[in-house]
């Protein structure tokens, strides 16, 4: 009996850390959806939007508002990535858009360690409660990552279905050419799709920062663990993305508790590694690379 | 006489380099060891990304596997003695490198850049996570007590001999690596690297082709490992990170992707960033937080404006005076 309520204590933890990977692969499907870029500075807005967070609260200023404006912090990173570095060279090849992002990557890390320091930081959580049930316990703060994430799936969903912008992004990553043949502005959609992306990469942080220790370098697992769901979900499905991470979250957090939390990371990848070996294109794959 | 002008500068430059840095600056010995092995490991890099266009995100993962399996076979007590030789270690370390690279890589080769990408990225990631907590790799504190490089009773006792023994295999892996490239097989990955479905068309076995360049990339990152783990004479897992990796891009950025020489600029030029920043920073102490911000601009510079790199533009430049050198090159 106690040993189910440990293993019922990591699902619960799993499911927290899955959504935040969720939020991060489902930004990284959204911009490889509409330009093709594989982004690898999306840990950035994580880390951006997390820093922000910890920053905004020390200064006293209100959890809503905070979280508010560390969004605004990381769709500034994410419009800055798409103009000053994308677009100019958007004919470029895979490789190129790859190190492109890779350099802004190292170059937002730049400005954040000018501007918070090298160490790490961690911030006030958003309700002190916990509960608990059958053996395990729930704080407050995981539930609202938890409805949080739930909340952004439900209106991306709503966006990309029921709206007008969100069906010319779907019309524009079914087919490019034929989008701006109709009329949609690609580059546009490409722009929105940085911003959105960046937005829930921020999100991502602001909800995560409270439970983890931040610091500029705090990008770099976000990034693989959000790379590695957005893959394994077969990349450019939404869905397989969502699936993926919670997948991602769950093993990791079972691993850990199971094995050893000095093997959780590996795990989880070699799983992926084996994974791959026997479904090359992933879950929900039908990409034709 | 022309094409050997390149090869007699760089052995000249090799020979006189060491002796000069003993008398003036010792303390760049050591930089240069590392410029040497990092060339390796840049030329490696570029052949698989710049030369075959398949990226592998778990290149560190391959330095990592060299410089432990020589930290494992050197500095452990109980290895058969013809194991504990460096230059066996150092092919243990190949072998084992090429089995992984084979196993994790065959199954997405097909199945293009995107996939193959994520399986090395984990893979550097399973790399890490095992050097960090298995005890047996030495943990967080990582394996010391490597010997110095050695072949047979030559013992390469100082950073002074080391370095020649380094860029004697940096020399060897440019040679080899050009050889690969101006032959049948390197025209052969080129046309795989244009254009996939057109070379299989001509009769090009691309799947063949692809799996090759990429284990001979994971060869030379396995000796440089190797070469590296002598050098320091002790790893330890933050070595190996995707820091690494990052620095390697920005080497054959540097360099300009696809060229064998421009690796060993990329190599130099990235080598000598840390020791930029330190004199900056000695200059102007608040500089010191700006390192990555620097690196990063940099690096987008380069790609927006010198996507051949800064070594191909200089040639560009140049123009008659090192057309004929690249050529050789």
């Known amino acids: ?289 | 006489m022309a094409k050997y002008r390149m090869w007699i500068v760089f052995i000249v430059l090799i020979v006189v380099t060491p002796v000069l840095l003993r008398t003036f600056a010792p303390a760049l010995l050591g930089r240069s060891i590392l410029v040497g092995i990092f060339t390796i490991l840049v030329i490696g890099f570029d052949l698989a990304v710049g030369y075959g266009g398949q990226i592998n995100l778990g290149f560190q993962g391959f330095f990592a596997v060299g410089a432990y399996t020589t930290a494992l076979l050197t500095a452990r007590k109980g290895v058969p003695e013809m194991l504990s030789e460096p230059l066996a270690a150092m092919l243990s370390g190949c072998i084992v490198s090429v089995i992984i690279c084979y196993v994790i890589s065959r199954p997405v080769l097909r199945t293009g850049g995107f996939f193959l990408a994520m399986v090395t990225l984990a893979f550097g990631m399973v790399v890490y996570t095992l050097t960090n907590g298995w005890d047996f790799l030495g943990g967080a504190s990582g394996i010391t007590g490597i010997p110095r490089f050695r072949i047979g009773p030559l013992i390469f006792g100082t950073d002074f001999w080391y370095c020649y023994a380094v860029w004697a295999f940096a020399l060897f892996s440019i040679f080899l690596s050009l050889r690969m490239v101006h032959s049948r097989w390197g025209i052969a990955l080129r046309a795989v690297h244009s254009d996939e479905i057109a070379a299989e068309v001509t009769g090009v076995n691309v799947s063949k082709y692809k799996m090759e360049v990429f284990l001979v990339s994971a060869i030379y990152a396995s000796i440089a490992g190797s070469l590296f783990a002598h050098h320091l004479r002790g790893v330890n897992p933050p070595m190996f990170t995707f820091t690494l990796l990052l620095l390697v891009t920005l080497a054959i950025f540097f360099g300009g992707m696809g060229t064998i020489w421009g690796g060993l600029v990329g190599a130099a030029l990235v080598q000598s960033l840390p020791e930029g920043v330190t004199a900056l920073t000695s200059y102007w102490p608040w500089m010191s937080n700006t390192r990555e911000l620097l690196y990063g601009i940099i690096f987008v510079l380069i790609i927006l404006f010198m996507p051949e790199g800064v070594f191909g533009r200089v040639i560009k430049v140049c123009g008659v005076l090192f057309s004929r050198r690249q050529k050789s090159g």
């Not at chain 1, 952004?152 to 990309?160: K, P, T, V, Y």
């Not at chain 1, 992306?197 to 983890?212: E, M």
């Not at chain 1, 919670?246 to 093993?251: A, T």
Request: aromatic residues 12%.
């Open chain 1, 1 to 289: 009996m106690e040993y189910l309520a440990y293993i019922l204590q990591y699902l619960i933890s799993g499911v927290t850390v899955g959504s935040i990977y969720a939020i991060v692969a489902l930004g990284f499907s959204f911009i490889f959806n509409a330009s093709g870029v594989c982004n690898f500075a999306q840990g950035e807005f994580v880390m951006l939007g997390g820093m922000a967070m910890i920053w905004l609260l020390g200064l006293g200023i209100p959890t809503p508002l905070a979280f508010l404006l560390s969004i605004v912090i990381g769709i500034i990173a994410g419009i800055l990535l798409e103009r000053g570095v994308i677009n100019p060279r958007r004919e470029a090849g895979f490789l190129i858009l790859f190190a492109l992002t890779l350099a802004a990557s190292t170059f937002f890390k730049g400005i954040a360690r000018l501007v918070w320091g090298v160490y790490e930081h961690s911030g006030r959580v958003f309700s002190q409660d916990v509960y608990h049930f059958s053996g395990a316990s729930i704080s407050g703060h995981a539930l609202w990552i938890i409805g949080g994430s739930m909340v952004i799936f439900a209106g991306i969903w709503f966006f990309l279905t029921r709206t007008l912008l969100g069906k010319a992004m779907m019309a524009n990553t079914d087919n490019r050419v034929g989008a701006s043949l109709v009329g949609i502005n690609t580059q546009m959609i490409t722009l929105l799709s940085f911003a959105i992306s960046a937005a829930l990469g921020a999100i991502a942080g602001a909800l995560v920062a409270p439970i983890t220790l931040m610091s500029y370098q705090a990008g770099g697992q976000f990034l693989f663990r959000g790379y590695v769901a957005a893959g394994v979900g077969g990349f450019g499905s939404n869905l397989g993305a969502l699936v993926a991470g919670y997948m991602l979250g769950i093993v990791e957090q079972l691993s850990a508790g199971v094995i050893s939390p000095l093997f959780k990371d590996g795990v989880a990848f070699a799983l992926v590694i084996i994974l791959l070996t026997f479904k090359p294109l992933g879950f929900f794959g039908k990409v034709e690379t």
